[in-house]
Nanobody, 121 residues
Framework: QERLVASGGGLVQFGGSLRLSCVASGFRLDYYAIGWLRQAPGKEREGIVC????????WYGDSVKGRFANSRDHSKNSVYLQMNSLTPEDTAIYYC??????????????WGQGTQVTVSS
């Protein structure tokens, strides 16, 4: 069974940093573009990162560009999201997922267990 499990969330103060991890099981992560999406309370799910399978190219949404950086470690079948300069607007449940460039923007599938990130003001 293919699974993606995100972890590493928590409570952090305004301006702080967190590093999220995502481990894949049941499939080789290096075969897929992998990204992150998040869902804040009362808001629609928002795609924020899509990182190519090779790791050579990454798309970042405007809301996180310049503050978040994704990396891949294929030896551990994992990806990591380094989040810096966090604000309360980043408070959400974060999920990792397979991703691709669709007609109307990046699309995501197979997201699994998410991790809660809460940023205090």
């Amino acid at each position: 069974q293919e699974r993606l499990v995100a972890s590493g969330g928590g409570l952090v103060q305004f301006g702080g940093s967190l590093r999220l991890s995502c481990v894949a099981s049941g499939f080789r992560l290096d075969y897929y573009a992998i990204g992150w999406l998040r869902q804040a309370p009362g808001k629609e799910r928002e795609g924020i990162v899509c990182h190519s399978s090779s790791g050579a190219n990454a798309w970042y949404g405007d809301s996180v560009k310049g503050r978040f950086a994704n990396s891949r470690d294929h030896s551990k079948n994992s990806v990591y999201l380094q989040m810096n300069s966090l604000t309360p607007e980043d408070t959400a449940i974060y999920y990792c997922a397979k991703c691709w460039a669709g007609v109307n923007g990046y699309e995501y599938e197979d997201w699994g267990q998410g991790t809660q990130v809460t940023v205090s003001s």
